[in-house]
């Protein structure tokens, strides 16, 4: 399986909404869909994790899946907003780099 850049992800997305007439939804449903899909990534994490096992009626999803779709609604509100989430990632990388450089305890690490 090769290996996307987000740049691959984002027009792969931009492609599949393109051929549909009502293109993005609006920036508010888009946070609606998020917020719904976070949830759904609570319940399985919270089966698969915590005191609340499934119901034998309910579907079997995944962690994997709910994550996919996180990441699918977040490349359409950035595509929406014309936001490059490798640049938008390259920023917080360099906030938590430098802000949070000694935040937490580093592992030991051994040079041979």
Aim: with cysteine; proline share 2%.
């Amino acid at each position: 399986m090769s290996q996307k850049t987000m740049a691959d992800l984002q027009r792969e997305v931009d492609d599949y909404i393109s051929q549909f007439k009502e293109g993005y939804f609006s920036p508010l449903s888009m946070l609606a869909r998020m917020s719904e899909e976070v949830g759904e990534l609570a319940r399985e994490v919270n089966h698969r994790y915590g005191e609340k096992p499934k119901k034998a009626d309910e579907a079997d999803n995944s962690i994997e899946m709910e994550l996919g779709d996180i990441l699918f609604i977040v490349i359409c509100f950035a595509n929406s907003m014309g936001i490059d989430l490798a640049e938008a990632h390259d920023r917080v990388m360099n906030k938590f780099n430098t802000r949070d450089a000694n935040r937490w305890t580093r592992k030991n690490v051994e040079h041979n």
